[in-house]
């Protein structure tokens, strides 16, 4: 076959089995990509997504062993026997999780990895870095630490690094994850762009709605490490169930239109009797990184019981810095932060962690133990729990995140999802009284997060549940409390009704309206709260 007219990436046949796992990853997985392409994969987490990307790749077999059936063809040509450092000019990987990616200590240094690897003139390297920075609207963070980045920025910069190294294939596993509403849209129009100049572009995402605004070329869907639907994006609608992968709110509508209207459990937590009485107390508080730039900027803000909080606001705005703050892990510059009253200089680690708990953004943050079993157990028996309590308190959180048969496996070893949910569901082993997740729904299919925020905020033991989240769907189906952040400072806090009703509030905070939050607000003088599109979907019947 001429390689010049050869398709950019062929897969035929890929099958996968982990080794020391029973069940293949992938079975029997065919498709083509071709140039000025994108091409969608859908599916639940855990269903084979990143396996896939990893035999693209070749990290598999070369890093992850197993049994490996079928072939791969880049431009024409077998990958079997070529070597990493050949495929990775080819086919460029953007990770799940850009803790795992990103090596360098300053944003320049880690955009010029790459290209220092193959061997380039230094004026060559500096040159691509300030372009391909310059080319993502980031020339800003050049000369920035890494480690002080927000999430959103880290992913951003991660995919300089790998824009750098100018590949025609690119493989981007969930790219939005972790960036606001406005950066992923930019990081969509990008994702076309470079289509659209040539590059083929395979994109695994769980916000199918989001990808649907650039129109791909392609979409695929994915379950248990099948296809089950390859074609046109048109035809995905029809193809997949709407309890598991998120479609834009209309699509659900219709479709939930022919089922039985769904039960509408109102949260325990958020009960009108419960006296307002403040759990956690940010008082005048401010608070920089080393030497720079201010993070938090005069704080005043009060959890209480019964907050169901969705904090939301731009990528740098401060939202994890706030959170950190509230469990002790960073003292304010100036200020105090008050935990149940009591300032929380003055409290250990231990004493907080028995009234808040907190999900870091990245797993790999958490995650160390052998097995799931033991970083669930982790906590509850460092709080001094007996151990009828810890099993008690294991079980239910690996039933309500849905990691059943998965308790003896590494949690490293697992999809980025599914260590998502471990990370998850060892503090709520914990049982602490405050449960503050970031980023909760990074990572996960739409079945598993509706699932386990469901059942959360059905515990009986939290005083109080705070998400920081760029999916305002999350806010509008659960929150009865909205915080927005901008620059350090609070910019609205308020019901949900009132404050994502806000349009230029929403702008200036770099929000997006979404579907679901626009058939809301068009619907609650109906409804008189926001609701699900399952819901919505039987007001008038």
């Known amino acids: 076959m001429d390689k010049n007219s050869a398709p950019p990436l062929v897969v035929e046949h890929l099958s996968f089995r982990y080794r020391n796992r029973k069940e293949q990853a992938l079975r029997d997985v065919s498709f083509t990509l071709e140039a000025g392409q994108v091409f969608l994969v859908a599916g639940a987490s855990g269903c084979g997504k990143t396996t896939l990307i990893r035999c693209i790749n070749g990290l598999i077999p070369r890093s992850y062993k197993g049994e490996l059936e079928g072939r791969i063809l880049l431009y024409g040509e077998d990958t079997a026997d070529k070597p990493l450092s050949a495929i990775s000019q080819i086919v460029g990987t953007v990770l799940q999780d850009p803790e795992r990616q990103i090596l360098g200590s300053r944003v320049c240094n880690e955009v010029a990895f790459g290209l220092e690897n193959l061997g380039l003139p230094r004026e060559q390297i500096l040159a691509c870095v300030d372009d391909t920075l310059a080319y993502l609207g980031i020339a800003h963070l050049r000369n920035r630490e890494t480690f002080y980045l927000s999430g959103g920025e880290k992913q951003k910069v991660a995919v300089a690094g790998i824009l750098a190294m100018q590949p025609s294939i690119l493989l981007l596993d969930e790219p939005l994850a972790s960036l606001d509403p406005v950066s992923a849209q930019e990081a969509l129009r990008l994702i076309r762009r470079l289509a659209d100049e040539g590059r083929a572009v395979l994109i695994i995402e769980h916000r199918v709605e989001d990808v649907l605004k650039i129109a791909p070329e392609m979409a695929m869907f994915m379950v248990d490490g099948e296809v089950r639907y390859l074609g046109p994006t048109a035809g995905l609608q029809a193809a997949v169930d709407y309890h598991e992968v998120k479609l834009p709110a209309s699509m659900i509508m219709e479709k939930a239109r022919r089922d039985p209207p769904p039960a509408y459990v109102p949260p325990r937590l958020a009960r009108k009797e419960e006296p307002a009485t403040g759990l956690v107390e ?146 709520l082993a914990m049982r602490s009284r405050v449960l503050v997740m970031d980023e909760p729904t990074a990572g996960q299919d739409y079945k598993n997060y509706m699932a386990f925020m469901d059942a959360i905020l059905q515990l009986p033991y939290f005083d109080a549940i705070l998400f920081i989240t760029h999916d305002v769907d999350l806010a509008v189906c659960y929150a009865n409390r909205v915080v927005l952040m901008h620059e350090g400072s609070i910019a609205a806090d308020g019901p949900p009704t009132e404050v994502l009703a806000d349009d230029a509030l929403l702008q200036r905070c770099r929000v997006v309206p979404t579907s679901l939050l626009a058939l809301n607000l068009q619907m609650l003088s109906r409804t008189g709260r926001f609701m699900r599109a399952e819901l919505l979907a039987h007001v008038d019947s």
């Open 282 to 427: 940010f008082d005048n508080v401010s608070f920089a990184y080393d030497d720079g730039p201010t993070v938090l900027r005069d704080v005043n803000l009060t959890i209480r019981r019964g907050d169901i909080i969705a904090i939301l606001g731009p990528n740098g705005a401060g939202k994890t810095t706030l959170m950190k703050h509230a469990i002790g892990l960073l003292k304010p510059r100036e200020g105090r932060v008050l935990l149940e009253g009591k300032d929380t200089r003055e409290l250990s680690v231990a004493q907080m962690a028995h009234v808040i708990g907190y999900v870091f953004q990245s797993p790999s943050h958490m995650l160390f133990a052998a097995t799931v079993r033991d970083e669930l157990a982790f906590g509850p028996k460092n709080l001094g729990y007996d151990q009828q309590t810890i099993e008690a308190g294991v079980a239910e959180a690996v039933e309500i995140l849905n990691l059943g048969g998965l308790e003896d496996y590494s949690p490293l070893a697992l999809s980025f999802g599914q260590q998502k949910r471990v990370s998850i569901a060892a503090i």
